[in-house]
């Protein structure tokens, strides 16, 4: 690896990336860009071709956003919307968050995505991140635990978030499936195909809007019907 100023054929770039001081976490392709994610702060890197047609010779290394920023390495993930993380850069304001390519520009742009949810319910030291369909899964913990017990299941079509209590520290796919590395038993786990391998007892729940029905006695009936997703 060599490089010069100015670059020549067949070398290389160096580009600093050392605003604030702390490391970059990981660098994601997006659009022509590469968008690096530190704890901090995130820049994008674009390398393009000279006026003459020299093959990439001019770059772009820009601070593209401060005060964002990820806790690991896993808290990212690339996804047909664009580039999807968890911001904990500001304390307990945590926020997970698009970055995409504004479709009125060729700007990028970051807006939090299932801004309802309180996520900062949540301990994301250990992050993990991964998409599979139509859904965005996050591995954390819950503010007790000494490791990752929870799995945040976000649905981007009902912009919903549902709650599994699984542990996980990582997340692969193929076509039909997704699994997770426990963080508990150090096993891989195939989830979400209708089948609990930890034996653990299926517990679901409904939490109503509590009703009295106009009177505050103990009421008797032969049906309840409920219409709604589950």
């Given at each position: ?53 020299t ?10 956003r ?32 698009l ?9 990028f742009?970051t ?32 503010p007790?635990?000494?490791?990752n ?7 981007y079509i ?73």
């Amino acid at each position: 690896f060599t490089k010069s100023v100015p670059r020549i054929a067949a070398q290389g770039f160096l580009f600093p990336q050392d605003i604030g001081g702390d490391a970059i976490k990981v660098a994601i392709p997006y659009e022509g860009t590469v968008f690096s994610f530190k704890e901090q702060s995130v820049y994008s890197l674009t390398i393009s071709n000279a006026d003459d047609g020299t093959a990439d010779s001019n770059a772009e290394n820009l601070v593209f956003r401060t005060n964002i920023g990820v806790p690991t390495s896993k808290s990212v993930a690339s996804t047909s919307k664009g580039i999807v993380y968890i911001d904990t850069a500001n304390g307990d304001e945590i926020n997970i968050k698009l970055l995409a390519k504004n479709p009125l520009g060729d700007t990028f742009d970051t807006q939090p995505i299932f801004a309802h949810f309180e996520f900062a319910n949540y301990v994301y030291t250990d992050a993990a991140m991964s998409t599979f369909g139509d859904f965005v899964f996050i591995a954390c913990k819950t503010p007790d635990a000494t490791a990752n017990d929870t799995i945040l299941m976000c649905d981007y079509i009902n912009n919903t978030v549902s709650v599994l209590p699984y542990s996980a520290r990582c997340f692969c796919s193929d076509s039909e499936s997704i699994y997770t590395g426990d963080s508990l038993s150090t096993s891989a786990y195939q989830i979400l195909n209708g089948f609990d391998d930890l034996g653990y007892e299926v517990s679901n729940y409904a939490i109503s809007k509590g009703d009295t029905y106009g009177a505050d006695i103990l009421k008797k009936v032969k049906r309840l019907r409920f219409r709604g997703l589950i």
